[in-house]
């Protein structure tokens, strides 16, 4: 860390500080400027020191050196996970592609898309059966039931199934079901939650919070990993910005970002990212060629009677082209999907 | 609701809308412009149905014309709602003062918190003693014995005790302690615990997500409220924006803007609304100017030494001037506080 | 456009506005819902009565049914415009690449930049002359003597010029040397600007403010084709949103949105959108796959030692590399570059 | 500066760096940490190679210590800067408030306007001539003649007339009717008319960019100051943000936040800040409490007939209603309005 002194800051205040970082076990080291005085802070192991030093007398700003997670860290384990459930990977060379409805509506409905998932070449199968909803007056979801659809329909295919997990007591009989544990992005700081998921012995794949920053997000990941679980994806759905034409914002440039940062596979939604069926095949096949370990998608036989996200969803037969054309651009770089 | 269909779009596909329409029970009208033709949707109860019509042939978009919200809308109950809570009370003419520190540290500095809370003229007592901490390696509060101390700095002073409560399964034993009890900014589109906290008794102070926007914010406390609790107060807190001088942007217009929306109370919080002690006490003054019901602020005895937020605290001096300052502006405005 | 009229609104504030919607030449049509009026205003040109209605006793809000823009409109002109300026094409199947130096900085530098794009197969070369710069005491360009090496530069390498004009008195100079001429970001509502460069018979690169909306970035293309230049290309280059690990971030679904709203091409600017050079060719190599019709690269001999912009920009190897990689996914989706 | 090195940078890195800010004039300090190195490089005087130093192999990035203006800070000139002009003042304990309508429509509206402001207790006449509209086809302002009513006003009234300068070209004409030149939001980072206006002899008030950080807008001040006229006033008018439900995001901690960095005066328009008449009133009174140094509000006889932005227009009596209660409020605080 280092600690910047304002302006005026007089030698008492600089030996008070001084004498702080000290008390924290860490050795300080002042350097005298032209303007200013500036206290480096050395032999920190996390960076929890910075907000305490911050309300110090005289000081103008806290400048943190390290990165606060640790065990997500590239630093710290320079080769890539390679996540894998079933039917499932995600990492290294290797593409994962989950696709399927918002939600899980019948045993019918979730078949009918695991086959064409399949035969489109996705790799898992989503589908929703505890819904967290905006609105108290939409469609919840089908719960435990449509945990059951989504096991039947990964008989019939052989596909890992993906579903999203919405509180810490439900952590169990999700798992029970599914392959991989999804965090939905309002749940991306249910620190509850996380350390539930971090316990249950599936993949976790975590979404990003609209407005969290990469830093909360990999400190949402050290959760689940600092709980035991080594198997973390992180998805990139969109942020809240001021466009509106779109639903969200979604920032492609955090994958390349991500992957420099940390060994966990980086996956992306252009569904929730986009919000609209129209753009997700051009931001899926961007996705691709932007580096991505994997892909989520939302399919419907039928977005227009779909009981949640029918706009932002493709029918089969756009899927089944989003996926060739990702396949081209997959094997244009290298990678396998 | 009105379906504004694209400009190409045919008559099979107006045709198309106007059943489908008719199908969700609504009276389909349409009008034929010079560029586009519109349908007016009319006879809906909740704009439910925008989603599902989005994604039907030839439209260009939906326009909700009715809020999503109900039993929080001004529309439905156009008296202002007060809340009270033992010493507290927030609504009407009454501006109601939370302080206290971030964390319940030790029975010593909670009661001197709260009497430095009600020598200010202060009317309730706040305090985390469940911590939701964006790192896994940052205190995360004293739990129950935390809630014990409040429950002491109550016994000791009269005041009311604000605490957060961050799960579900939690709510029980936090309800047994508090007044009011605290849902946190990240955890304002946790269903679960919303409708825990909606059936717990006791008034809730909700605060927005830091990238919620005023619907979502008045959904989740439609949440609350549809579970049977009328007691809701909305906290704005500050939302994410490019903004990096501050920790969070305090727009401070949505105070008006959801009292002309809701019956509910507005609190400002302008110590995470700023995340900077010294642009607290100004932006504590404009929150009463701009007609707040309430302020959350928080203090400490000493906050260099804080266990947490320590760099937006401010002491029991400058709690106790800017208290001043506020109510010469309350009194100004012909407000009590 | 649709007045959505308040739901306590009278008849007499509806009369008013029936009234007020037949002054301006517009047919009203009355819709009387379940719990408002709405009343659609038939047969306007151009959306610029929203702001006078809105103001209108009783009324909520007004919503537009028209797009603000005409000329740039896909609707008036379906078939996608190619832009063509000597070596240099972009629109339809052709992708078009510029490179260069932020900062025309010698004969030598622009000349061995020139060499380098036309090697890596890039079809203009970008450098900047006239460089609005942030902050009064950088380097501001070599203006008029960095034109004549842009010119060399030509002379030598056949590339096509693109530069920057930075005030409407410039521009009859700048058209002299360039052969497009480049509005920065900070520049896309200057008006006068926007005029200056309608006239000056050459192809205009746009683009899109910060904080733009996609109607003021097709509004202000507006302006140059309203002024009776047909050849505008709009150049995405990044917002500014909460992220701080990008310099801006960079919304490609915005290639996508308006290539379906607009027929002019639209280029993508990887250097100014990530600000980091190891972020430019992953997501140069996504701007591809997602359908733009054009890159804008910042290239240097020695990145380091750049008199400005140095951190975003690759050097000839990076680039030459990018380019490649780019070249694969382009004939993937059956596109030239 | 502060150059924080890689995890893994080596020696023969970190001595390029330290032989590279040693060439640049400044004095490199090692400090060798715990997990990494970090070199303090002492002595500068603008911070202006922060850029150059980031891509400099092994560097991780590059923490700016100095604040990039220097004329503008509070720490060259620790005095407030008091702004007169005619009846106008603003700074110290003096609130100046300017109002009056967006465009200048007719002598007689402009008059009626002045003799509002003047009766309400207003010190400043507002009006545009000369109006940079997002789209081409919108009421682009009475130009000369429109200067000429402004003129008129004053004579009528006394009261000093603030009008917006749109282009460099157009300075001395604006500058010869005008008391204090505006510029506009589109053009604050217009570093041409930055320059022209910083000769023109008249004090300036310039509003902040939407997407502009503080340090931008300090910076583009700084080109006013550097130009040679010190009276410049700041102006917070609203940032983009995600927030739909006002036109702008208005921040007011930015006027504290902004008193502190710099020693000239923090105006704050609640008018465009919040794009809504009916939030004004608040808004207003919320910007004297947080401790502007003035208000520029939006006012006209008959704002649903204004040619320009009547949606967010007071009319006289709101007008008069809010500089009421904002007197009361800067009496309260010990300030003359």
Avoid: W
């Amino acid at each position: 860390m280092i600690v910047v002194m304002k302006k005026g800051a007089d030698q008492k205040q600089i030996d008070h500080m001084v004498e702080r970082i000290a008390s924290l076990g860490l050795k300080p080291h002042v350097i005298v400027g032209t303007e200013r005085t500036v206290i480096a802070a050395i032999g920190e192991k996390r960076p929890d020191h910075k907000e305490s030093l911050e309300s110090g007398p005289g000081v103008a700003e806290v400048v943190k050196i390290l990165a606060p997670y640790k065990v997500a860290s590239r630093e710290v384990k320079p080769e890539s996970t390679v996540v894998t459930a079933g039917s499932f990977t995600a990492g290294g060379d290797t593409i994962g592609v989950i696709a399927g409805p918002c939600s899980v509506e019948s045993e019918e409905q979730i078949i009918a898309c695991a086959k064409a998932v399949k035969a489109a070449g996705g790799t898992a199968l989503r589908g929703g059966a505890f819904k967290p909803r905006t609105s108290p007056y939409s469609f919840q979801g089908l719960k435990e039931r449509g945990l059951e659809m989504l096991a039947a329909a990964r008989a019939e295919t052989g596909l890992a199934v993906v579903t999203e997990v919405v509180a810490s007591e439900d952590t169990e009989l999700v798992a029970r079901y599914a392959d991989i544990l999804q965090i939905g992005a309002r749940n991306m700081q249910n620190y509850r939650l996380l350390e539930a998921v971090g316990k249950a012995g599936k993949p976790v794949l975590l979404k990003r919070g609209p407005s969290a920053t990469m830093d909360e997000l990999l400190l949402a990941a050290e959760y689940i990993l600092d709980a035991g679980n080594p198997d973390v994806m992180l998805c990139e759905r969109g942020i809240r910005t001021f466009e509106a034409h779109t639903r969200f914002t979604l920032p492609l440039a955090s994958v390349p970002f991500l992957k420099q940062k940390t060994h966990l596979p980086v996956i992306v939604d252009p569904s929730h990212g986009t919000g609209h069926a129209y753009l997700v095949p051009d931001m899926t096949a961007a996705s691709v060629a932007v580096g991505a370990d994997g892909l989520i998608v939302e399919i419907h036989p039928d977005p227009e009677n779909a009981l949640s996200d029918g706009y932002q969803t493709l029918n089969f037969d756009e899927f089944a082209a989003t996926m060739k054309r990702c396949r081209q651009i997959a094997e244009a770089l290298g990678r396998r999907m």
